[in-house]
């Protein structure tokens, strides 16, 4: 998985996100001036590069993440902690794992970054 790291100018924040739509992002977590969106691991960095020169991205490879497979593996009522976004995604972020069949038990935040504390429903299969 390819992730690009953007400054986000004032004003330009629907439009950016937009070209990053346009571009075939598979999602995108916004923070206070930055964006990071989430590419496939098949696109084509050099084209991201150039379509993206102006805001001068910082483009990283990361693995993958199978969140269902990890609700998956988690006993029910089994915890995983989920981190690394700024709280104002951290509604989006739960709403995410709820999908792959965790639930968020409580938000921790520490020096403007949040975590989750996720957990698998008794009810779940495994």
């Known amino acids: 998985m390819l992730v690009v790291e953007l ?4 004003g330009q924040h629907d439009r950016l996100i937009a070209e990053l739509w346009e571009l075939g992002t598979v999602g995108v977590l916004e923070g206070e001036g930055l964006l990071r969106a989430y590419f496939s691991a098949g696109s084509d960095r050099q084209v991201l590069e150039s379509a993206l020169a ?13 969140w269902t497979a990890l609700a998956r593996v988690l006993k029910p009522g089994g915890e995983a902690i989920v981190s690394g976004f700024r709280p104002r995604t951290a509604g989006r972020v739960a709403q995410a794992m709820q999908a792959a069949g965790l639930r968020a038990r409580r938000q921790l935040e520490r020096e403007g970054w949040s975590a989750l504390l996720c957990y698998t429903p008794w009810y779940a299969q495994t």
């Open 7 to 10: 400054a986000c100018p004032a």
């Open 54 to 66: 102006t805001y001068a991205p910082r483009i990283l490879e990361e693995p993958e993440r199978d």
